[in-house]
């Protein structure tokens, strides 16, 4: 069992940036591979970044690439979001998760440990 808690939402104005981060508890987190996902008001749950067990593999849906970067610290047990050039279309509850497999997966099944979730809303 895994234990997921987000932090670092808030609100802040379009082109702004925010770093979130996942801190997880229980079993071997190095081994799990790490996803970001985020639902907005009236849509399905979605992918956001996901980091191999590893750190050295990393996948990013495209409307955030190149402005949103995912990244963890093994020995501390955290997995982080930084969010840059920030749009109003990324407000969101975002979620991290983790997946035994260790793989840095981009579909939702994949994942069965979820956090709470952290409000990011961007004003224009």
């Known amino acids: 069992q895994v234990q997921l808690v987000e932090s670092g939402g808030g609100l802040v104005q379009a082109g702004g940036s925010l770093r979130l981060s996942c801190a997880a508890s229980?079993?071997?987190?190095?081994?799990?591979?790490m996803g970001w996902f985020r639902r907005a008001p009236g849509k399905e749950r979605e992918f956001v970044a996901a980091?191999?067990?590893?750190?050295?593999?990393?996948y990013y849906a495209e409307s955030v690439k190149g402005r949103f970067s995912i990244s963890r610290d093994n020995a501390k047990n955290t997995v982080y979001l930084q969010m840059n050039s920030l749009k109003p279309e990324d407000t969101a509850v975002y979620y991290c998760?983790?997946?035994?497999?260790?793989?840095?997966?981009?579909?939702?099944?994949?994942?069965?440990?979820w956090g709470q979730g952290t409000q990011v809303t961007v004003s224009s």
């Open positions: 980091i191999r067990w590893s750190g050295d593999v990393s």
């Open positions: 229980g079993r071997t987190f190095a081994g799990y591979g």
């Open positions: 998760a983790a997946d035994a497999s260790g793989h840095a997966s981009t579909l939702l099944g994949a994942y069965a440990y």
